[in-house]
């Protein structure tokens, strides 16, 4: 079964209005976006996804007003799929065995519910309702920097509240997305976390020169703790002189950051991410790749998915 790490599910459905069942042709010509979408769920089952990190991810400026009420309508919409028989949300290790079983039976997506970005929460307690409804992964930051922590694109330690949410997460065992922290929180929250760690998605800072992506140091790190890191198909992240307009970079790109990443973690531990249609589309992703099923030309089954099942194993 092939796992794509990160997708914006319910930020695709509820704030740029998707309707995600439809398949990936309909939604092209529906789309009212100037970017070309990427991802529907006939997409990921025609591409044999059949488990995705699909994420509550509240834009903290869109909603401002109401962070935690989105994140709660984003959950709901995942139960409400689940309830039309649309996905399977994997929330043990129990569903997820029950899940790998039913899948090449049912073609049901997987889901595992990711917290992209604490901003959402008022107090590290709320998690507890939040992981009743099935959030197993919480990422402290979403870029800007919050009570939390500091983000990529804000930076600032880790503070005492990520501290105490670090605290709940582990107790509810729930796993740590170390994707855009801060250089100067990452490493005080590895050392406060003792839960499972990885990266959803992120690619080699020595080829990406950006806070955005992982430095030697924090892949060394990472694989010290059993981490996996999913790799994102997207050309900013594979080439920092790429901008939209110039023409889609070769999958030549993509490889070297794969190749950078395995040669660091081993080949294990480096799986997908692709956060497609997270902020961009079509125009965005390398030569060659137009939907979920263009991924097999990426890498071999533990890079399509293994790496991340074994990952999921090892403590769901
Ligand atoms: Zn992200």
């Given at each position: 079964m092939r796992v794509d790490a990160h997708l914006d599910l319910a930020y695709n459905a509820l704030d740029l209005g998707r309707d995600l069942t439809l398949p990936l042709e309909a939604l092209r010509e529906a789309a009212q976006t100037p970017d070309t979408p990427l991802v529907s769920l006939p997409s990921l089952r025609e591409g044999g996804f059949g488990l995705v990190f699909a994420t509550v991810f509240v834009d903290p400026k869109r909603?401002?007003?109401r962070l935690y009420p989105e994140a709660l309508r984003q959950l709901a919409l995942y139960r409400e799929w689940e309830e039309r028989g649309l996905v399977r949300l994997v929330r043990s290790r129990r569903d997820l065995e029950t899940?790998?079983?039913?899948?090449?039976?049912?073609?049901?997506?997987?889901?595992l519910l990711l917290l992209e970005g604490a901003h959402v929460l008022p107090e590290p307690e709320a998690l507890d309702e939040l992981h009743a409804l099935g959030v197993r992964m919480v990422g402290l930051t979403w870029a800007?920097?919050?009570?939390?922590?500091?983000?990529?694109a804000e930076p600032a330690p880790l503070t005492p509240l990520g501290e105490a949410l670090l605290r709940r997460m582990e107790a509810l065992g729930v796993a740590l997305d170390v994707s855009h922290l801060s250089d100067a929180a990452f490493f005080p929250a590895l050392s406060h976390f003792r839960g499972p760690v990885a990266a959803t998605h992120a690619n080699a800072r020595a080829l990406t020169p950006t806070p955005r992506h992982l430095s030697d140091e924090m892949l060394l790190a990472l694989k010290a703790r059993e981490g996996v890191v999913g790799l994102v198909?997207?050309?900013?992240f594979l080439d920092p002189a790429w901008t939209r307009g110039m023409p889609r970079l070769p999958l030549n790109a993509l490889f070297a950051h794969k190749t950078y990443l395995e040669a660091r973690l081993g080949?294990?531990?480096v799986g997908l991410g692709s956060d497609w249609d997270g902020g961009f589309g079509l125009e965005y992703v390398p030569m060659g790749l137009e939907a979920h099923r263009d991924l097999e030309r990426l890498g071999d089954e533990g890079f399509l998915g293994g790496n991340w099942l074994r990952w999921l194993q090892t403590w769901l």
């Open positions: 909603h401002a007003e899940h790998l079983r039913a899948y090449p039976e049912d073609g049901v997506l997987g889901l800007t920097a919050n009570a939390y922590a500091g983000g990529n198909p997207f050309n900013t080949r294990e531990r």
